[in-house]
Each structure stands twice: as C-alpha cells, then as structure tokens.
C-alpha cells in the first residue's frame, strides 16, 4: 500500500509534504534532479531541501538506492558549493551512503557561458546514494575492451606501491562495465525526441534516467521522482516494466508529464545489441582489479 497515492500516477505537490503520507521504506529506487541554486525560476517556486531530503530517506527501502543530479551555481565567478552541501547532508544528516560520484557529461553547448574566468561548465553531478548495502546493481557493460582474449596473469598495484602479478587464466570479453562517467547528447531533439517535453526548462536525457533504472532496480520495482518535472523518470520506468510514482509542484509540469507517459506504450526496453547488461553481482568479484 502506497497511503493515499496508487501506482504509476503522478500527483501535484509541495514533494516533502506529499511523501510524509508515504510509508515507511516502500521506494526501490529514486531519481530527481532539483532546481538548483536558482539557475531556473520554474514559475517562483522554492524547495526545502533539508526536509525532502530527510523524506527520501525514510521511503527508501533498506537496500535502495537514490540518485540526485545536480551542479553548482556561480555568484561572483565562483562556484556555489551547493553540490558539496547536500552531499554531506544525505549522508550526515539523513544516513544515507554515499555509493559514488558519478559524471553526467554534456555531449553538446552550454546553457551558459561562464565568462571570461572559467572554462565551460560540461557537467553535472550524479550522486549515487544507498539505503545500507545496495541490494540491486545491474552494471550495464558497454565499454570496448583494448585486447581480447585468453590472458593468464595481470598486474594489481598495492598499497605499498609495488606491483603484484596474478595468475587468474581468466577470458577478456569484447565489453567491460562501464565507468561512472556518462556522457549524452544535449540540445533539442536529442535529449527526448518528445518536442512537446521541450516545454520544461530543465530536462535530463531520458537515456540518463534509463541507464539508472537499469542499473539500480529491477522489473516490477516502485521508482519514484519527487520533482517530477516534464516526466523523464516516470516515462522510462513505465517503459523499463518498474512501477512509478511521481510528485510535483506545479500542475502544469504534472499534466505534462501525464502525457508524455501516455504517450509511450507499456514495453520491456529493448538494450540496444552493443550493450549489455549484468545481473549477477557474484560475478563482480571475478572481474580482474585492472581491465583494459
């Protein structure tokens, strides 16, 4: 039981207050990205970040995993530290782990140009974030190997600085996992081919919020996005077989994304055939410690 909400809807309000009707430990997994340092008005709206934080920890399930998107905003041609903050307040002040920082690169322009001080900004943050242990991890294996084949020992540095050889016997496929820095295609048309999503003024490519769902829930799992926005989330758990739920603020970001799910129709995601995905967490501690 979800209290008030049913599955795969998506609900207007303020998101700390519509979760305070959530139970206990119901989320598998999450993924918001939230307006940041005032880089976008959306309508004038504010958000508490200590409270909504504090209600992603309760709803999370022991085991689950959370994923926040953000970056920082500059005042004086510095940078806000914004990030840095809430990431040390997910794990002290809520109890979060934080399982890792990964690298959500911009294949395309800036948004903004820095000035004349800095470089342009390509990135965002994606903080990884675990309820205890990880109970999911499907690492997806897309990053072509430099050498195939039989090899019978390699190298592992230890701490001490030396190199020590392993004999393992063991095969270098054609792909290896990923590593945690993502890159995507920006600008329109190539974040969402839903042009009407366009309407949103922050949008997050859907293959971003698909390689997460795959990554950290599985079929049959309840994946929330408490500021739902244009309903990137929401569409790929719909299409990724999860169940979704979704808050938002403003009523016309919630009508939009309501289409946008509509829209789409109820389909197992298709990997396209140089990916693939792996499930089988026991498998991870035969992988050698230095891949090529």
């Known amino acids: 039981m979800l209290g008030p909400y049913k599955l795969n809807q998506i609900y207007c309000g303020e998101c700390s207050a519509m ?3 959530l139970p206990d430990g119901c989320i598998d997994f999450w993924l918001t990205s939230p307006p940041y340092d005032n880089q976008r008005t959306y309508h004038g709206y504010t958000f508490d970040f200590e409270r909504i934080a504090m209600q992603l920890y309760r ?7 959370g994923v926040w998107v953000v970056a920082d905003g500059t005042e004086d041609f510095c940078e806000s530290l914004t990030s840095a903050k809430q990431k040390i307040y997910f794990v002290e002040g809520c109890g979060f782990n934080l399982l890792d920082t990964m690298i959500y690169q911009k ?7 820095p000035g004349m001080m800095r470089y342009m900004g390509a990135f965002e943050y994606m903080i990884i974030l675990s309820k205890g242990r990880p109970g999911t991890y499907n690492p997806i294996r897309d990053r072509i190997n430099k050498s195939i084949g039989e090899r019978s020992k390699f190298t592992q540095r230890q701490k001490d600085g030396s190199t020590k050889y392993t004999n393992t016997g063991f095969t270098i496929g054609k792909l290896s996992n990923r590593n945690n820095i993502w890159t995507y295609p920006t600008g329109y048309l190539k974040v969402t081919g839903d042009r009407e999503a366009y309407s949103h003024p922050a949008i997050f490519p859907e293959s971003l919020a698909r390689d997460h769902i795959i990554s950290w829930s599985n079929p049959g799992d309840l994946v929330l996005d408490p500021m739902v926005g244009s309903g990137t989330t929401a569409k790929q758990a719909h299409l990724l077989g999860r169940h979704y739920l979704g808050f938002d603020i403003s009523e016309e970001y919630c009508q939009l994304a309501r289409r946008r799910v509509a829209n789409v129709e109820a389909q197992p995601f298709l990997l396209p055939p140089t990916v693939e995905v792996n499930s089988k967490l026991e498998q991870l501690s035969m992988l050698p410690k230095e891949e090529e």
Do not use: F
């Open 19 to 21: 979760m305070d009707a």
């Open 59 to 65: 709803v999370t399930k022991p085991g689950g995993v």
């Open 107 to 113: 294949d395309g322009y800036p948004a903004q140009y």
